[in-house]
């Protein structure tokens, strides 16, 4: 059974903060780029932010930088987006992916259902 669960979205208003987890049952998590993706309503689906298999290495997407911290959790197959400051420009259905490969050229294998964020002005 392969899954990936996003969970921690929800309703806010801007300047909240939210934590988004995605627990991801799929073989070898600990080798796995892990990332964050984001769709809003009209828009196409944007990188937001990734992380290396060891969680030292991270990239972020310049309209979260500052803002936004992925983590992960080997332990517990599960990987994290902190997201602080949230503005409505934020509002959009994040998705959890999973990925072999490099940061530079990533091939994702697996892809969460999506949790909605949404942020009132």
């Known amino acids: 059974q392969v899954q990936m669960a996003e969970s921690g979205g929800g309703l806010v208003q801007a300047g909240d903060s939210l934590r988004l987890s995605c627990v991801a049952s799929?073989?070898?998590?600990?080798?796995?780029?892990m990332a964050w993706f984001r769709q809003a309503p009209g828009k196409e689906r944007e990188f937001v932010s990734m992380t290396s298999w060891s969680g030292m290495s991270t990239d972020y997407a310049d309209s979260v930088k500052g803002r936004f911290t992925i983590s992960r959790d080997n332990a517990k197959n599960t990987v994290y987006l902190q997201m602080n400051g949230l503005t409505p420009e934020d509002t959009a259905v994040y998705y959890c992916?999973?990925?072999?490969?490099?940061?530079?050229?990533?091939?994702?294998?697996?892809w969460g259902q999506g949790t909605q964020v949404t942020v009132s002005s």
């Open positions: 799929i073989p070898t998590f600990s080798n796995k780029l």
């Open positions: 992916a999973a990925a072999t490969g490099s940061m530079r050229s990533p091939r994702y294998d697996y």
